[in-house]
């Protein structure tokens, strides 16, 4: 049942004892999310009887990106008589662009213009920075680590949007099984250091892992990185899939100097089947330079997580058939050619 009066917003109860802040997905539904004047709007349409007028509003982006967040909007907007047309997740869109226009009573779905807007700014921000990682890594694989820096209950959406972005992978246990694929990962830096012993850990992880999981193995724990790598490399000989190496900023972070001679040292000890994985702190130029130096893939945290959204507007552009539009827009729809019926 959704709120449509300012008395159902008076009346509302919330539980004190509430674990989490997070909106559940009935208050969604619900149009708890909402900013109250979308309230206000219902109580004045209504007065002045203009509750039945049929719009065709439209979405626009204020700047370059990739598409996403649509299942989710189709979700919300499932019980609801109107049209929508949409671009198709993963396409790419320009500033201004209309991604899509919803048709329909403004009563019905005016009430979720803002998580509307909400879902397709952070997704498609989310989806355009996993889009440029994996650009820049010409190729190579680009998994997101991103939960780690964002809010759990959007953790989930966060590396969905990167998937549909690009991303190869990732890492947040319910992101990959909402995708239906496999969580990506390996082991953190607490594993090895409780342990005691990265070669250690290299051997218990080769013993207790499935053996569809990729032997990669972190090597910049306690000694230099060529030399850790040498010492796991020569303890799993041909089951290393891979090494991963996370150097933090303290130690100047992964650079391209580091990657080029970790990998020459490798190949000259006949370990050229070794893979060479990179993480921490990573964005488009890094992976790109780290690529050229011989890093074969990539784990992307905060340039996905934090992307700041993408804005996204909402304009009504037409009332019961007539064209209209605030001062400095053009009245009437925006032809775009790209938007297909989705709903």
């Known amino acids: 049942m959704r709120i449509n009066k300012l008395e159902d917003v008076e009346k509302l109860k919330t539980d004190k004892d509430r674990l989490f802040f997070s909106a559940q997905h009935d208050e969604i539904k619900m149009g708890l999310t ?61 500033a201004k662009e209309v991604v899509m226009r919803i048709e329909g009573k403004y009563t019905e779905f005016g009430i979720f213009e803002t998580p509307i807007l909400g879902i397709l700014a952070s997704s498609s921000a989310w989806a355009t920075a996993a889009h440029e990682c994996k650009q820049a890594a010409d190729g190579k694989p680009v998994l997101c680590f991103g939960a780690r820096h964002i809010h759990p209950s959007v953790a989930p959406v966060m590396e969905r949007a990167a998937k549909v972005g690009g991303a190869d992978g990732v890492s947040c246990i319910l992101a990959a099984k909402i995708l239906g694929i496999s969580p990506s990962g390996t082991i953190p830096h607490a594993a090895i250091l409780i342990a005691g012993s990265t070669e250690d850990v290299a051997v218990a992880y080769d013993k207790v892992i499935p053996e569809d999981s990729p032997r990669i193995i972190l090597v910049d724990t306690f000694k230099d990185e060529a030399q850790e790598a040498l010492d796991v490399a020569r303890t799993l000989k041909e089951r290393l899939h891979g090494i991963r190496l996370d150097t933090p900023g303290e130690r100047g972070g992964v650079t391209p100097e580091l990657v080029y001679e970790v990998r020459k040292r490798l190949d000259l000890e006949g370990f050229s089947h070794v893979k060479i994985f990179v993480s921490g702190g990573l964005y488009p130029e890094k992976i790109k330079a780290l690529s050229e130096a011989g890093a074969d893939a990539f784990g992307v945290g905060s340039y996905i997580s934090s992307a700041p959204p993408i804005d996204m507007t909402m304009d009504i552009k037409e009332v019961d058939g007539k064209p209209v539009a605030k001062r400095g827009r053009i009245p009437g729809v925006t032809e775009n050619k790209r938007l297909k019926r989705v709903k």
Not at 37 to 66: M, N, P, Q, S, W
Not at 83 to 89: D, H, N, P, W
């Open 34 to 94: 909402t900013d109250i004047y979308f309230i206000k709007t219902l109580e004045v349409l209504r007065y002045l009887k203009k509750e039945d007028a049929v719009v065709k509003a439209e979405i626009f982006a204020r700047r370059d990106g990739i598409f996403c967040g649509l299942p989710e909007v189709l979700n919300l907007l499932k019980d609801i008589d109107c049209k929508v047309y949409s671009l198709e997740e993963g396409e790419s869109f320009s």
